[in-house]
């Protein structure tokens, strides 16, 4: 074997082991209509477990960051003045500057970016595969580079939202429960900490950039309609066999995420791993 073929080996081992331990975790399977693509798929398998490595890199280093960012005299405080009134002040809660968070939807947006590349990719190659159409696509296309700038800062801004919201009540709890200042650092640390919430937003934002790729290049090319699949098992969401129920349909047909959302591709949800499928004007299906 040469020293290429060795790592390529490796990779394939890693990323083989990581997909098995993601449908131990009960992962949706990946419908097969993906995995009949090797290249691509590996492509998309290597996004998620980047991204799932990424996010649980980003979220240790920003549970440093934010511990170091609290007030925390501005917090023993508050606690003093809570076990006193058993009231909380408006604002009683803002230990933490906005800027802190704008830096740290920045900072995000990179690791995002970097981790979803793959992903975004293997959707445009599939689709030049499966509609036998080679119009050059890659990462270093414009709109795969637009598409990255912005869906990455309005991912990272939702993330970020969200991590704010569970530091917040996390603050709550340990003013609550009169804790100090060493208990309300842990309690924070574990708020952030969360692998698995690493893993879902990889798997579903993987998902989302594999699909980005596969509209982008099916649009470039003329493909007309599309059609939901999933994998046909027990594990498959209701949101998604509702979906795959519609047929065939038009290429800008709205399908709907599990909150009602329209959307044009997977995925409809968290974890979800359903496939989307393109047709050429013409095509029997
Ligand atoms: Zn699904």
Redesign the pocket.
């Known amino acids: 074997m040469t020293k290429k073929e060795k790592l390529e080996s490796l990779e394939n081992k890693t990323l083989a082991a990581y997909y098995a331990d993601s449908l131990l975790r009960g992962s949706?399977p990946h419908v097969d209509y993906y995995i009949k693509n090797k290249k691509c798929f590996k492509l998309l398998l290597k996004s998620e477990m980047l991204t799932d490595l990424s996010m649980r890199k980003y979220f240790k280093e920003m549970s440093q960051r934010l511990t170091d960012a609290v007030n925390w005299n501005r917090y023993q405080n508050e606690k003093a003045s809570f076990l006193q009134t058993k009231t909380f002040k408006a604002g009683i809660l803002d230990y933490v500057v906005n800027a802190f968070w704008e830096n740290e939807t920045l900072v995000l947006k990179v690791f995002l970016t970097k981790a979803l590349v793959d992903a975004l990719e293997g959707g445009g190659l599939f689709t030049e595969d499966e509609l036998k159409i080679d119009i050059g696509y890659s990462r270093e296309s414009a709109p795969a580079i637009e598409f990255l700038n912005k869906y990455g800062l309005a991912l990272s801004k939702t993330l970020t939202g969200t991590t704010k919201d569970k530091v917040l009540a996390a603050l709550q709890m340990s003013i609550n429960n009169g804790e100090d200042r060493n208990a309300a650092v842990d309690r924070l640390m574990n708020t952030i900490n969360d692998k698995v919430r690493a893993t879902t937003i990889a798997q579903t934002e993987a998902v989302n950039a594999f699909s980005a790729g596969r509209m982008e290049v099916g649009r470039q090319i003329g493909a007309d309609r599309k059609k939901w699949r999933?994998a046909g098992d027990n594990k498959?969401?209701q949101?998604?066999r509702f979906?795959e129920a519609q047929g065939v349909v038009p290429i800008d047909f709205k399908f709907k995420d599990f909150q009602g959302n329209d959307i044009d591709a997977?995925?409809?949800?968290p974890?979800?791993?359903?496939g989307i499928q393109l047709f050429m004007p013409g095509e029997k299906v």
């Open positions: 949706e999933t498959v969401s949101t998604c979906n997977p995925a409809a949800h974890n979800c791993r359903s």
